[in-house]
């Protein structure tokens, strides 16, 4: 199916897409070993559409579209964390089947935008994810001490969580200590700072039975990752450098043991050599086993 066709049907017969996640073969959300890898693509509906420096590499959807599909077809990758326009174009292509999908609920603080910082909800419901079969929800959750919207981004995560729970799905939290510095967000990234995310994270909504983590590699990673018991996805960023320190730190970081595997975006989907399949196949030996 080409992109032609999939605006066709979205076009004249819309009602496919909730035909198709109502018959998507699921799967498990862990198999046997415990561990998964994700490929992260809700990147673009956060006005974040860059990758080492190109500020438009994800801006063409038929491309970002090839690429996801050639990392889901790749053995061990377990499924994908989108919004709902790119996991509806995904089920269209047939993609979905036997994989996890994760969608992304609060694309609003909008990168680079005054209101950053206002991580409100704008994507999936926690009722919506339910309905159609989806495995969780993951929430951006940005805590600014400085700033008195976190108040409000964390009471929506909170009630995410809870509804989340309810439904007995995964709530994917993704926790930043942020500040603002000359009008432009930032996370902070040493160990002290993301300790203090987890454990305001962990502590949202009232019940964790299905809470996980989505957290950065940072330094000191033992030390962080004592700060929690809930099952921990590591994240990729926008990837910088050579790409064989990034598999080294994900290596090292992945023998933690709440640290259960890898949600990765730009780096597996916009690799510098632009072998995708290469790149999503040392991740997944890295997460399942054989090594990189």
């Known amino acids: 199916?080409?992109?032609?066709?999939?605006?066709?049907?979205?076009?004249?017969?819309?009602?496919?897409?909730?035909?198709?996640?109502?018959?998507?073969?699921?799967?498990?959300?862990?198999?046997?070993?415990?561990?998964?890898?994700?490929?992260?693509?809700?990147?673009?509906?956060?006005?974040?559409?860059?990758?080492?420096?190109?500020?438009?590499?994800?801006?063409?959807?038929?491309?970002?579209?090839?690429?996801?599909?050639?990392?889901?077809?790749?053995?061990?990758?377990?499924?994908?964390?989108?919004?709902?326009?790119?996991?509806?174009?995904?089920?269209?292509?047939?993609?979905?089947?036997?994989?996890?999908?994760?969608?992304?609920?609060?694309?609003?603080?909008?990168?680079?935008?005054?209101?950053?910082?206002?991580?409100?909800?704008?994507?999936?419901?926690?009722?919506?994810?339910?309905?159609?079969?989806?495995?969780?929800?993951?929430?951006?959750t940005r805590i600014c001490l400085g700033d008195p919207g976190t108040a409000a981004t964390l009471e929506s995560s909170a009630r995410a969580v809870t509804e989340l729970a309810a439904h007995e799905i995964m709530a994917m939290v993704e926790p930043f200590l942020s500040v603002v510095d000359d009008g432009r967000v930032r996370n902070l990234l040493d160990p002290d700072s993301t300790i203090l995310s987890i454990a305001i994270a962990s502590g949202l909504g009232s019940s964790s039975a299905h809470t996980w983590l989505k957290l950065p590699v940072v330094d000191d990673l033992p030390r962080v990752m004592d700060a929690t018991t809930l099952p921990t996805l590591l994240l990729g960023g926008d990837p910088q450098g050579d790409p064989h320190d990034t598999y080294a730190a994900w290596s090292d970081a992945l023998t933690l043991p709440s640290v259960t595997g890898l949600v990765v975006g730009r780096a597996l989907l916009y690799p510098p050599d632009g072998d995708v399949a290469a790149a999503v196949d040392i991740a997944a030996g890295l997460v399942h086993g054989g090594g990189a």
């Open 1 to 140: 199916m080409d992109l032609a066709e999939i605006s066709r049907i979205r076009t004249t017969e819309p009602g496919r897409i909730a035909k198709g996640w109502a018959e998507r073969r699921r799967r498990p959300l862990v198999r046997d070993d415990g561990r998964m890898l994700l490929v992260a693509a809700d990147h673009p509906a956060r006005g974040a559409l860059g990758v080492r420096g190109d500020t438009t590499a994800m801006a063409s959807r038929s491309e970002l579209l090839d690429r996801l599909v050639t990392a889901l077809d790749r053995p061990g990758v377990d499924g994908v964390l989108g919004t709902a326009d790119i996991l509806d174009d995904l089920l269209l292509l047939g993609a979905l089947d036997d994989k996890v999908a994760i969608g992304s609920m609060n694309r609003g603080g909008l990168q680079g935008a005054v209101f950053e910082l206002d991580d409100r909800f704008t994507g999936w419901t926690a009722s919506e994810l339910a309905a159609r079969g989806l495995d969780g929800g993951k929430m951006l």
